[in-house]
């Protein structure tokens, strides 16, 4: 199981950005995936999972009506679009699955939102 993350960057606040996570070594399209992201001196958190099919989303309440997960399963990626980005929503932003009851997780890519 491999999950590759990318486009992390700086942005300004009130910014967007889209970040992708690229998924192999198991059938994507048969598990949730999910959105965690750590920020300096905090504990990892959840930010949005979502379904085998994409029917079925869930947010963390700081990032309702802002971040929208989605996925593509023909490509084997999950997507997080970020919108109206605060500098609190700064942090690492790390893909998850769970396959054969273990956790894996992506290297993680750095959102740093700052003016």
């Known amino acids: 199981v491999q999950l590759v993350e990318s486009g992390g960057g700086l942005v300004q606040p009130g910014g967007s950005l889209r970040l992708s996570c690229a998924a192999s070594?198991?059938?994507?399209?048969?598990?949730?995936m999910s959105w965690y992201r750590q920020a300096p001196g905090r504990g990892r958190e959840l930010v949005a999972a979502i379904s085998t099919t994409g029917s079925d989303t869930n947010y963390a309440d700081s990032v309702k009506g802002r971040f929208t997960i989605s996925r593509d399963n023909a490509k084997n990626t999950v997507y997080l679009q970020m919108n109206s980005l605060k500098p609190e929503d700064t942090a690492v932003y790390y893909c998850?699955?769970?396959?054969?009851?273990?956790?894996?997780w992506g290297q993680g890519t750095q959102v740093t939102v700052s003016s």
């Open positions: 998850k699955t769970v396959y054969g009851l273990r956790s894996y």
């Open positions: 070594g198991f059938t994507f399209s048969s598990y949730v």
